[in-house]
Structures are given as C-alpha cells and as structure tokens.
C-alpha cells in the first residue's frame, strides 16, 4: 500500500530564534519513501541535518523573524500488515543485554522509575516474564490512563498519569516504558505517523503518534499501550529514551506555535499520482528553501 503523510506547522518568532526540528522518518524507512523528502519553508532559511546519539536525523536552522511555515508532503510504501507478534519473544537476564541496550533500562526525564518500582512489581511481579509480561503492561496502562486531548500536558511524568489517570499517547507510552524498565525489560519511545488505517476513522484533527518498543529475544518490539492492539502503518520519526529526546521542535528563544496539520492517509492510485504531481490537499506552501534532503524523525501524541 501506499501512505501519504506529511505536516504544515506554522510558528510566530519575534526575532531569529534557533530550532532544532526533529520532523523526519527514520533513516532506515528512509527507502520506502517515493521521491524527494525534504522539510520546506516558505521562508528563506538556511538548515542543515545531523545525526543525534539514538540514530535521528535532527534538523539544525535558525528561523527568521515572523511567521514560519514548515511543512513535507510524501509518500511512504508500507506492506499493510500488523504490527508483528512474538509471543514467545523472552526477556533477557540483565547480565546478558548488550550494552547499548542498557540506558533503556535506566530512569528518565518522563519515565521516573524510582517512583513506580514497587507498584511495577506489585502488579507485574507474578506475570509471565518476557511477550506475556510486556503485553500485560499494555493492557493494565490501556485501563489505567483515559485519553483526551484536553488531558495533554508536557510536563506529565509516567508516574503523574499513572495518579492522574488521564493523557495522550505520550502519557500511555512513558508510563508503559516506566513499567518495563522497572520490571528489568529494556524499553524505549518512539513517536512518528499512524493514520487509521484498517480502523474506524477518528472525529479528531490527525496528529503525529507515540508508541513504545520492548528489547526481548534479541531485537525490538513494537508495542501500544493506548490502542492495545496491532496497528497498520506506522511510519518511524525518532527513537529516544522518552519525549525529552524526540520533541517535533526544540526552541530556542521566544516563538509562538501558530498552525499544526498532520497527515496521514491510504491513498489510491489516483491519489498517489496527484502526490507525486505535487498536488496534494495544499499542505506544502507554495515556496519552499532550497536545503538539501532532510532524513529525520521526532514527534510527540
């Protein structure tokens, strides 16, 4: 299949303000995607990429004064399938994880371990250790956290929406990482595009995802506390420790968010050749930078 995707954010700086944009996909999705990937601004604006110390492409510019448009428009291809299960996936002794694994297991800025391990073990001590006991994090943070929109609040550790028991996906996220560290299981965010695809359409404004991946048998897992099932199309930006290391933008002055339009969609052929022609709903503006090709990822839910 093929998904569109893409996002016009608009942002207000009073003067020239540094930025660091973590907007696009991942590197390694990086050949599924069909022709130019590249971040826009209707502005001249001089930016360039480099890669952070967890594989994201992070976007470096200085935005000018006034009003900044930044947007992409491109299609990915996705084999359409769900989220894979291992269900005999197991978790590994400590001693044994690899090395780089290991910061995964360790508190972070929005996953305050040192305040849920005893809950954690409380909760999950007798469960089935490895898939068994990942998926049932999933279900109990499914339960546990209502989502809303009005709930947002980026300041919210997993352990606030754990008492709170309200947030976005984000908040589903941290808390299931939260849940894993404490529980000895290697796991890390991640955030990115996922359309409803597969799924009754949401009565909501489309909005850049956050999910969580486990470390068990030898690779990484995808797993999502706030839908609890497996999903079609997600479409990688970031990977971090929590959302401290993939926010969409870091800012670094007074600047004000103006617009946010996300896009995520199954097109047909028909609509797919309107994209390639550039003609796709309008979220590209009209004229763009001339920077080079931007490979990276980030995003909050």
């Known amino acids: 299949m093929l998904i569109r995707a893409g996002y016009k954010i608009t942002y207000?700086?009073?003067?020239?303000?540094?930025?660091?944009?973590?907007?696009?996909v991942r590197p390694e999705r990086l050949p599924d995607?069909?022709?130019?990937?590249?971040i826009r601004f209707?502005?001249?604006?001089?930016a360039r990429d480099y890669l952070d110390g967890f594989g994201n492409t992070i976007t470096r510019l200085v935005a000018p004064e006034g009003r900044l448009v930044i947007s992409n428009d491109f299609l990915v291809r996705d084999p359409g399938t769900p989220d894979p299960a291992a269900p005999d996936a197991e978790q590994h002794r400590v001693e044994d994880l690899p090395d780089d694994v290991l910061v995964y297991l360790m508190g972070s800025r929005y996953c305050d371990t040192d305040r849920l391990s005893d809950t954690a073990w409380s909760l999950f001590g007798n469960t089935p250790p490895g898939w068994g006991r990942v998926q049932a994090i999933c279900g109990y943070v499914h339960e546990r956290i209502t989502f809303g929109y009005e709930h947002a609040r980026s300041t919210r550790t997993a352990?606030?929406?754990?008492m709170e028991r309200k947030g976005v996906c984000r908040d589903f996220a941290h808390l299931a990482v939260a849940f894993c560290?404490?529980?000895?299981?290697p796991a890390r965010y991640a955030t990115g595009y996922l359309g409803d695809i597969g799924v009754p359409p949401a009565d909501?404004?489309?909005?850049?995802?956050?999910?969580?991946?486990a470390y068990l048998g030898g690779r990484w897992h995808t797993f999502d506390a706030r839908h609890n099932f497996p999903r079609i199309g997600r479409i990688v930006m970031a990977r971090g420790r929590d959302a401290t290391d993939v926010a969409?933008?870091?800012?670094?002055?007074?600047?004000?968010?103006?617009?946010?339009?996300?896009?995520?969609?199954?097109?047909?052929?028909?609509?797919a050749q309107a994209a390639r022609r550039g003609e796709a709903a309008g979220l590209v503006p009209d004229r763009s930078s001339g920077q080079g090709p931007a490979q990276r990822d980030m995003a909050v839910g």
């Open 181 to 185: 560290r404490c529980m000895n299981i």
């Open 42 to 46: 209707d502005r001249p604006a001089e």
């Open 159 to 162: 352990w606030d929406g754990y």
């Open 248 to 271: 969409i933008s870091t800012t670094f002055g007074p600047c004000t968010l103006a617009g946010f339009e996300v896009v995520t969609e199954e097109v047909g052929a028909e609509a």
């Open 12 to 24: 207000d700086c009073t003067q020239p303000t540094p930025m660091l944009l973590a907007l696009s």
């Open 33 to 38: 995607v069909e022709g130019e990937h590249r």
């Open 204 to 213: 909501s404004p489309m909005d850049f995802s956050a999910w969580f991946e």
